[in-house]
C-alpha cells in the first residue's frame, strides 16, 4: 500500500491547515503521527473500521485536529486549527490492515508515507 501526503506548509500561529493522505488499496486504519526535530514520532489521531469509524486522539490535540476518512476507506484528512508554534513538525499518514486496537501504537500499522512539513510561525 502505498501512501502520499499533501497539505503541510507554513502558516501563523493560530491558523488552519488541512492534511490529506491518499492510500493505493482500502485499509483498517489510518493515522497521523508526527515528529519534530530532535523528539520522538508522536501519535496524533487515527480512524478505524472496516464499517464504522473510530477516531481517536491524542489529548494535546484532541480539542483542535479532526481527522475523517472517505466512504471507500483509502483517504484520510487532518484538519489543524488554532495551531501553535510547538506543532512544527513532520506529519507522517500511516495505514494498517491488522483489525486490532491500539490505534495510536505506531507498531499497528503497516505502511507509512513519506511525510509532510507543517511549519507554525509564531
Known amino acids: 500500500v502505498l501512501l502520499v501526503e499533501s497539505g503541510g506548509g507554513l502558516v501563523q500561529a493560530g491558523g488552519s491547515l488541512r492534511l490529506s493522505c491518499v492510500a493505493s488499496a482500502r485499509t483498517f486504519r489510518m493515522g497521523w503521527f508526527r515528529q519534530a526535530p530532535g523528539k520522538e514520532r508522536e501519535f496524533v489521531a487515527a480512524v478505524s473500521g472496516w464499517n464504522f469509524d473510530y477516531s481517536y486522539y491524542a489529548d494535546s490535540m484532541k480539542d483542535r485536529f479532526t481527522i475523517a476518512r472517505d466512504n471507500a476507506k483509502i483517504m484520510a484528512y487532518l484538519q489543524m486549527n488554532s495551531l501553535k508554534p510547538e506543532d512544527t513538525a513532520v506529519y507522517y499518514c500511516?495505514?494498517?490492515?491488522?483489525?486490532?486496537?491500539?490505534?495510536?501504537?505506531?507498531?499497528?500499522?503497516?505502511?507509512w508515507g513519506q511525510g509532510t512539513q507543517v511549519t507554525v510561525s509564531s
Open positions: 500511516a495505514a494498517g490492515l491488522r483489525p486490532t486496537s491500539g490505534s495510536d501504537n505506531p507498531h499497528e500499522y503497516d505502511y
